[in-house]
């Protein structure tokens, strides 16, 4: 058994400020010397920026769609056991999962996964009373929750405080751990795709300590720090994704990392580097080519179609790309990766700019969300990734559209509703290219048939 200090931040719903309290958490724990590492339930890829940001360390995802049980235990348990606590963002509202009575994705679920306390973050700015019946309500729907606390957000006054704060104690029987005042500044920018990630938040530091100043005053911290080292100990989880003896470094890898690219998985990282993968920054923004060494590149989502006049201008990484990408270099793209490698973006504006052409069609922006969501897809072809007829779990979360792939279709959704997904290509099928996001702990063979095809590459 393994003792690992550790608490969730819970939400009634999307929006209530789990994100701000987090933050302000961990960096209170961060001022008492203490090292914190961050996790995410769910499948994002910007909240996570902030809660890096705050910690000093990458925020790490814990999905209990994409992962089995034993493999997010490892992940958890594996990142955690190296810090003096762990907090955990949750997903929108605390039992929000795949449907409305499957738990599957669920803050809740993960929480009972990890067997952590739950602080649930309620919104009190237009009741107080009433805040009893929603703690109450989200104590008692899972009695095997260890809801351990509230925490008050859109406080108006010290009377609206004690009113509230007086309600849930004595009528839903939970703590209330603090609150946080109506405070415009506090509240995060967004964009089409949700927040704007800390990496571009000039000021993040800034409005970090905003926050971690209204969480001292208003936060009971070392109420949070006694709930979270009261968490049970954790049974020393097996390892079925990190064998026990690391391979050795045999393959340089890129990784497309810069403004227009970001959205990764710490533990994709990991895995790549576990089986041999040397893993190295570029930006198709600001690099003249890829490096003549590199045997793989790995092109994961962002925001490339605010970058897509920058992106098109930069001919020689453009062409270096395609020129080693038909020479058979493995090539995975997911997402905004996918919108650089095909023929042409067009912006939210209507412009049209040239990307690499990797892959047939134009990615066009939309007026709204084209999907988003968890799928279970089959892949169609034997790939970099997987061999034909695998089953795998991603999610889905573009504003993009593609035409969609017939002959060359890398995936059929099988659901939540049947549909062609994605591109192999490439004479020797080394270009993969979709909007399906991929967490490489749901299999380990994933990354490591990606570094094998990447071995594979003589120059």
């Known amino acids: 058994m393994i003792n690992i ?11 209530v400020g789990k994100t701000i309290i987090s933050c302000g958490i961990i960096s209170a724990l961060k001022s008492r010397h203490l090292k914190v590492q961050p996790f995410k339930c769910g499948p994002d890829y910007i909240d996570p920026t902030y809660l890096s940001s ?5 925020c790490r995802n814990l999905d209990s769609f994409l992962l089995s049980k034993p493999n997010l235990v490892e992940i958890f348990t594996r990142a955690a056991i190296k810090v003096d606590v762990a907090v955990v963002e949750g997903v929108m509202g605390l039992y929000d999962g795949l449907n409305g009575l ?22 009190v700015e237009k009741i107080s ?14 009695p095997e929750l260890n809801l351990a606390g509230v925490i008050l957000n859109g406080v108006g006054s010290p ?9 849930v104690e004595k009528r839903a029987n939970l703590p209330v751990l603090g609150y946080l005042s109506k405070r415009a500044e506090l509240i995060l920018p967004e964009r089409h795709l949700g927040l704007i990630p800390a990496y571009e938040k000039e000021e993040k530091s800034e409005w970090i300590e905003k926050i971690v100043k209204q969480v001292e005053s208003t936060i009971d911290v070392a109420a949070i720090i006694n709930l979270a080292r009261k968490a049970k100990p954790l049974p020393e989880a097996k390892s079925n994704l990190f064998s026990q003896k690391e391979n050795p470094i045999r393959v340089p890898m890129a990784i497309a990392q810069d403004e227009a690219f970001g959205f990764y998985y710490p533990d994709n990282f990991d895995l790549l580097t576990h089986f041999g993968a040397s893993l190295r920054p570029v930006s198709p923004l600001h690099d003249g080519e890829i490096p003549s060494d590199i045997q793989g590149i ?4 962002g925001f490339p179609e605010l970058y897509a006049r920058e992106l098109e201008s930069n001919t020689k990484f453009k062409k270096s790309l395609g020129e080693a990408a038909g020479a058979g270099m493995p090539v995975y793209a997911e997402c905004g990766g996918l919108m650089y490698i095909s023929q042409r973006m067009v912006n939210f504006e209507g412009d049209e700019h040239v990307m690499v052409g990797l892959v047939p069609g134009w990615a066009r922006m939309q007026g709204g969300r084209v999907r988003m969501g968890y799928v279970v897809a089959q892949t169609l072809r034997d790939s970099i990734l997987a061999p034909r007829g695998q089953v795998l779990r991603g999610h889905l979360f573009h504003w993009s559209a593609m035409p969609e792939p017939h002959d060359n279709a890398a995936y059929r959704i ?24 991929l967490h490489f702990g749901s299999d380990p063979e994933l990354a490591r048939r990606f570094v094998d095809a990447c071995a594979d590459i003589v120059h």
């Open 414 to 437: 099988l659901e939540p509703r049947e549909q062609l997904e994605g591109f192999i290509l490439g004479s020797r099928s080394n270009i993969l290219g979709s909007y399906l996001h």
């Open 298 to 301: 790995y092109i994961g989502g």
């Open 129 to 142: 009373g009433s805040a009893a019946a929603i703690s109450l309500g989200y104590r008692l729907l899972d």
């Open 102 to 123: 499957a738990a599957t994705g669920s803050t809740a679920e993960i929480a009972k996964w990890i067997q952590a306390p739950v602080v649930l973050v309620v919104d």
């Open 54 to 58: 705050a910690a000093g360390l990458p």
């Open 159 to 167: 009377s609206h405080l004690s009113s509230a704060t007086e309600a």
């Open 5 to 15: 200090p550790r608490l969730v931040v819970g939400g009634t719903r999307s929006g």
